[in-house]
């Protein structure tokens, strides 16, 4: 079992920076990598970064350049650092921990995570993320 919990979320002015964190515990031997995914009111789920064990990231293009996701292994917790803020960034912001892969974007397509079973991909319960001036 892996559990995920967030934090760092809140509400902020357009243009402001907030950082997200997401700290794992339980059976995390085998993780391969932490992405974070959006899901704001009436809007499908959406990818905003990705890092792996390697250290290979992936972000959403609206994000690029504003977001930046990082991981400190020493405490078992991955980062979202947002700058720039937008209203559009508005949204429950979720951790995911992938065991056999995760989401990522190849010249700006997305390709979910590739799963074996259902516990393949793991979940935290959100953080809310308001941006508004």
């Known amino acids: 079992q892996v559990q995920l919990v967030e934090s760092g979320g809140g509400l902020v002015q357009p243009g402001g920076s907030l950082r997200l964190s997401c700290v794992a515990s339980?059976?995390?031997?085998?993780?391969?990598?932490y992405t974070w995914y959006r899901q704001a009111p009436g809007n499908q789920r959406e990818l905003v970064a990705g890092?792996?064990?390697?250290?290979?990231?992936t972000y959403l293009d609206s994000v690029k350049g504003r977001f930046t996701i990082s991981r400190d292994n020493a405490k078992n917790t991955v980062y979202l650092q947002m700058n720039s803020l937008k209203l559009e960034d508005t949204a429950v912001y979720y951790c995911?921990?992938?065991?056999?892969?995760?989401?990522?974007?190849?010249?700006?397509?997305?390709?979910?995570?590739?799963?074996?079973?259902?516990?393949?991909?793991?979940w935290g319960q959100g953080t809310q993320v308001i941006v508004s001036s």
């Open positions: 995911n921990a992938g065991v056999t892969g995760i989401g990522r974007y190849y010249s700006g397509t997305y390709y979910p995570a590739p799963t074996s079973s259902g516990t393949d991909q793991y």
């Open positions: 339980g059976n995390i031997e085998n993780i391969y990598g």
């Open positions: 890092i792996t064990i390697h250290g290979s990231t």
